[in-house]
């Protein structure tokens, strides 16, 4: 892999703590970053890391991985019982550079068509390690892990079953120091090659260094390709894909969301073909929150809701996911800053934030909007147990144990438009239940 040159080291360096300093806002002060988590590559240079696994249309994986051998095929191996390989694909490669710093080989094969809940034994590059993924179930239930991360948080997720992850960025807090993201791949791996990792990006994958530097997300999108393609996008950086009876929306907060953009014409398009009998279950992530009482990054999202918000309310999304914010938070369903039982509800689990540190103040008093806040690690699981019905819960880390310190039920709003009309008329006191 490459190395670090003095040079380069000190680049890095200047470049982070322009970033640090300028997500820093004026009236809070984040705590001082904490040690930075690094984890070495032991192997061989055609031994395959940071292997991770991401769904692609109704039946596909896509099995991406890094080798420092060039001469490694992007081949993936694969079967339903261990050392069976009974298929094989072929896909694509990248690589790319950054100042000093150049990629290994990024390796991405599509596979399929796959069962669904089926453990499948796979090998990358024709040699080596056997890995295994279990694909999600083509039915209800479903469990997703909703999460920003920490080392203590992926310990607590791997200790329950899960079938797909989902992360609302930030991913590595490389901040243009590229070996972090090797690291960061090599941390998530045994998760993230284990069950899918669906992700959009944050401010820290930006990585853009004006006049001299690459544009904008090189690393990101070289390493972390999502089914973009395949949902119409034209961007990494935002798309959508379906999953036992969900929809899910990975919006982007960092790229052109304007009524003129190709993102909200993206987004436009792509909810009105949403068939609600078919995936009941609306699911909209972005990593700037819309509703946020914590004093951290206060107002950020404000441009991105009035843009877009109204396009989620109109087709009946259940919940909007955000990160950003270190910290916990649940909101009633909300619209244009009012409750309304017709509207998402709105959970900011950005509660990881790696060296970061936690968003410890929030403003008071206390929106009536906002329902809980808490200003601790942790991770949120979703499961949809049926077309109408999902338990969520918002679990903290506390030190060696992960406490569920939040939980409610949900109502597809999905099954409600099926049954009484977009503008259904209901009582007041199913309303107010709802609320
Ligand atoms: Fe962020």
Redesign the pocket.
């Known amino acids: 892999m490459a190395r670090w040159s003095s040079a380069h080291t000190m680049l890095a360096t200047i470049c982070f703590v322009c970033v640090w300093v300028h997500?820093s806002g004026s009236e809070y002060v984040r705590p001082p970053p904490r040690r930075i988590v690094c984890t070495s590559h032991n192997g061989s240079e055609a031994h395959p890391q940071q292997v991770h696994i991401s769904v692609v249309g109704k039946d596909q994986m896509r099995i991406s991985w890094i080798t420092d051998d060039k001469s490694v095929p992007s081949l993936v191996e694969y079967g339903t019982s261990p050392g069976n390989y009974e298929a094989s694909s072929t896909g694509e490669h990248t690589s790319y550079h950054f100042f000093f710093y150049t990629s290994g080989k990024v390796h991405h094969v599509k596979i399929g068509p796959l069962t669904p809940n089926t453990v499948y034994y796979y090998r990358c590059g024709g040699t080596g390690e056997e890995f295994s993924f279990r694909t999600p179930p083509a039915t209800f239930p479903i469990e997703f892990v909703i999460v920003e991360w920490t080392a203590s948080t992926l310990t607590h997720i791997k200790k329950w079953d899960y079938d797909l992850l989902l992360l609302p960025?930030?991913l590595s807090y490389a901040d243009n120091q590229q070996p972090l993201w090797d690291s960061f791949g090599r941390l998530v791996s045994p998760l993230a090659r284990s069950r899918p990792w669906m992700v959009t990006e944050?401010?820290?994958e930006i990585e853009k260094v004006p006049i001299i530097g690459p544009p904008a997300f090189r690393s990101y999108n070289a390493r972390w390709l999502m089914p973009f393609e395949e949902s119409g996008s034209t961007s990494n950086l935002y798309y959508s894909f379906e999953v036992a009876g969900a929809h899910i929306v990975m919006l982007g907060s960092y790229a052109d969301f304007d009524a003129k953009s190709a993102q909200y014409k993206w987004l436009k398009d792509d909810l009105a073909a949403v068939n609600r009998l078919r995936t009941p279950w609306l699911i909209v992530l972005i990593?700037?929150p819309w509703y946020n009482t914590n004093l951290a990054?206060q107002g950020e999202g404000e441009d991105t809701r009035k843009a877009m918000e109204e396009l989620l309310y109109k087709v009946g999304v259940d919940i909007v996911f955000a990160?950003?914010?270190h910290a916990y938070e649940r909101f009633t369903k909300v619209y244009d800053n009012e409750a309304n039982p017709r509207a998402p509800i709105h959970i900011t689990v950005?509660d990881g934030g790696n060296r970061e540190g936690l968003a410890m103040l929030f403003k008071t008093p206390a929106s009536p909007l906002s329902l809980i806040r808490e200003a601790s690690f942790g991770h949120g699981r979703l499961k949809l147990v049926n077309q109408t019905h999902a338990h969520w819960s918002w679990h903290r880390n506390d030190d060696d144990n992960s406490v569920v310190s939040d939980e409610v039920w949900l109502e597809s709003l999905g099954e409600r438009r099926a049954s009484k009309g977009v503008d259904g008329e209901e009582s007041s006191a199913q309303a107010r239940d709802e609320l």
Do not use: I, W
Request: hydrophobic share 15%; aromatic share 0%.
């Open positions: 997500s960025g930030d944050g401010n820290h990593h700037v990054h990160g950003h914010v950005g």
